[in-house]
Nanobody, 125 residues
């Protein structure tokens, strides 16, 4: 089992940047593929980005390609989401999630076993 805690959210103007962090504790961090998801009010939770256990494979939603970068530092038990050129439509609660590394990363909410509590990102126009 793994526990996940997100940080780094906040209020930023359109065009600005934020870096989210997700710290993991419990089982060996490299045992998990990781994902970042977000949920805006009244909308379903959606994938933002995902990364394999080694960091060698990544996935991005079309809406964030070229603006967001997912990375991980296994020795620090942390996964990051660097968000640049933020837009008001990026406003949401951002969650990190983990699934067994043997399954690889996934873009689907239901395929992740562990979730953090979320961190709010608000982008003003």
């Amino acid at each position: 089992q793994v526990q996940l805690v997100e940080s780094g959210g906040g209020l930023v103007q359109a065009g600005g940047s934020l870096r989210l962090s997700c710290a993991a504790s419990g089982r060996t961090f490299s045992s998990y593929a990781m994902g970042w998801f977000r949920q805006a009010p009244g909308k379903e939770r959606e994938v933002v980005a995902a990364i394999s256990w080694s960091g060698g494979g990544t996935y991005y939603a079309d809406s964030v390609k070229g603006r967001f970068t997912i990375s991980r530092h296994n020795a620090k038990n942390t996964v990051y989401l660097q968000m640049n050129s933020l837009k008001p439509e990026d406003t949401a609660v951002y969650y990190c999630a983990a699934r067994g590394a043997a399954w690889g990363y996934s873009e689907y909410v239901g395929q992740y076993d562990y979730w953090g509590q979320g961190t709010q990102v608000t982008v003003s126009s």
